[in-house]
């Protein structure tokens, strides 16, 4: 009986934790945290789930798994390291938080590079459950069909999620400094304008990663940065000493964003930071020895039923 009272006693203390870091980045940001905590696990983009109820986008917490020791406790990814069948249960368990099933899951080996692969339920299960059958050097999925999720793993870069509800088109991408400054985001905008869709009917969410304050550069990836945003007033990144830089990742995304034709009002970013909360698995925070949080987004099967 004490230990069932023990462990609930963390598990209110861990959601509290949680809520307080909203309220914070609430405040700090000034504008509506896009990202709601619906439980210890799970952190969802509610806005657009509440305009469209058969949608299911958001991202994992580090919280409520099975993985032990440096992965301790939800870690997603295969590629880590990390105990095959203590992710392929964290994955099971997931699945049935989201209730959307393991085997409509798509995944990617992801190389932080910025190639995006348009999936249809065809693919559903590739990479679900192994790492070998994941979708091969790919960084970005998107689909218009429902009962797919679409899923890439995180520890600090960007993860990107978009929907044009005029089309039913949802998608998402990874993005660290390396895909940041290839532009995927922008590659995402440009590749839907081949579908018929234009920038102005996207939304864009940009999700939890490693802020400015936590994510150190050198020149060598400042002076992509640089050329990439000449002609940009309000640089996303400042100097702190000779040859280092706080760089803003998600602040560049947004840019890079606006950029392609994406209007301000369409997108929104979090405030939480993959570093700075614990909550989150973070490779720059735990010196590469770590797990993997998952971004999704997915149609319900009956999504386009009615």
Not at 52 to 60: K, M, W, Y
Not at 67 to 93: M, P, T, W
Not at 184 to 189: D, E, H, P, R, W
């Amino acid at each position: 009986m004490k230990r069932r009272k023990y462990k609930a006693s963390r598990l209110a203390v861990t959601i509290y934790s949680i809520h307080v870091k909203l309220k914070k980045n609430k405040k700090r940001y000034g504008k509506m945290e896009p990202f709601v905590v619906q439980n210890k696990s799970i952190l969802t983009i509610e806005n657009w789930m509440n305009q469209f109820p058969e949608l299911v986008a958001g991202i994992t917490t580090r919280n409520g798994g099975y993985s032990k020791g440096i992965y301790r406790e939800l870690n997603l990814g295969f590629h880590v390291g990390d105990d095959a069948q203590d992710v392929c249960a964290n994955r099971i368990k997931t699945a049935d938080l989201l209730d959307f099933s393991l085997n409509r899951w798509i995944g990617a080996e992801q190389i932080h590079d910025c190639i995006i692969q348009k999936v249809t339920k065809d693919d559903c299960g590739k990479g679900a459950i192994s790492y070998t059958d994941a979708f091969k050097g790919t960084d970005g999925f998107y689909t218009d069909e429902s009962g797919i999720l679409l899923t890439l793993c995180f520890a600090d870069c960007v993860p990107l999620f978009f929907i044009a509800p005029e089309k039913k088109m949802i998608g998402t991408a990874h993005a660290g400094w390396k895909g940041t400054v290839k532009t995927i985001a922008k590659q995402m905008v440009e590749t839907w304008r081949n579908e018929g869709i234009h920038p102005e009917q996207i939304f864009v969410t940009i999700g939890p990663s490693i802020c400015g304050k936590c994510y150190i550069v050198n020149d060598y990836v400042i002076n992509f940065v640089k050329n990439l945003l000449e002609e940009v007033e309000e640089k996303p990144y400042n100097l702190i000493k000779e040859g280092q830089y706080s760089l803003d990742l998600r602040e560049m995304n947004r840019l890079i964003l606006r950029k392609a034709g994406v209007p301000d009002q369409n997108i929104t970013m979090t405030s939480y930071c993959s570093s700075c909360n614990e909550q989150f698995f973070s490779h720059r925070r735990d010196q590469g020895q770590t797990g993997r949080m998952l971004s999704f987004i997915g149609w319900k099967e009956t999504a386009f039923s009615l």
